[in-house]
């Protein structure tokens, strides 16, 4: 499940000048003057509560909603996986702010941009509830997985399903 939140990026400009003040001597001395301007920017921020990583696509950041459809194709199961997540862009805003030497400065902020993006992947099942016998022994059942792996060109067995991730 994903939320969008915000979060709060800030970023900050050191301005400085010079003016020229008459002394108590009657004298002009010039005087430097700094001051440090910051912004911020609020803007969307996804928040995971659950999600995983398998299908996600290579430029995805953050965890990843997965989302499947089935195909049967000779008596197996061809899962399509898409895995929503997010990209993203580091972006830079400038924000006008106006400082104590009378003049408007544009103070960098750099924030995260996030934008949606679209993995996917596949998954081969095989289920082999059909051949659930109560009087084989573990033998016979390890010689049963082992040939049912074989045959379909599999890697995994668990719960009589045999599967397999897809290029």
Known sequence: MMVMTTKTYEGSLTIYWSTNEKGSDGKYHTVSHSQTLTAEVEAPYPTYFWGQNKFKHPQCVTKSILKTEETVQDNQSIITVYAHGYRCER????????????????????????????????????????????NMTQSQRVDHISDVLGKAGMSVYRKHIASKLRN
């Not at 104590?100 to 995260?112: A, I, L, R, S, T």
């Not at 949606?116 to 051949?131: A, F, T, Y």
């Open 91 to 134: 972006r830079l805003s400038y924000i006008s702010k106006k400082g104590n030497d009378g003049q408007w400065h544009d103070v960098p902020v750099y924030w995260d941009d996030y934008q949606p993006i679209v993995g996917q992947g596949s998954i081969l099942i095989l289920e082999d509830n059909d051949k659930e016998d109560a």
